[in-house]
């Protein structure tokens, strides 16, 4: 993920919430689900902050941990043919 890409993840992320609050059953449902896995609830300001404080750095580390090679798993559904799967796949 590039710098650019974190960017506009951040600013779409921060405007899907801005436009929930224009709905008052969104509002209100962030509010119970704050509330019910955090024991209290974010007001817009600190969730906007928060996602501005995610840096870079800390995503690619997730990304590096979350796609690691050797935790993939490989699933399909219906035919398989062997021909069309990477060599790479054909020896696990």
Known sequence: MTED??????????????????????RMNRLAK?????GTFLSMDAMLAAIDGVRHE????????????DRLA?????????RNLPRELLHH
């Open 5 to 26: 890409e974190l960017k506009r993840a951040k600013d779409h992320l921060k405007g899907s919430l801005m436009l929930s609050l224009e709905s008052t059953s969104s």
């Open 34 to 38: 704050h509330e019910m896995h955090h």
């Open 58 to 69: 800390e995503v690619q580390t997730l990304v590096t941990e979350l796609l690691d090679e």
């Open 74 to 82: 490989l699933t399909t559904l219906g035919p398989l043919d062997r």
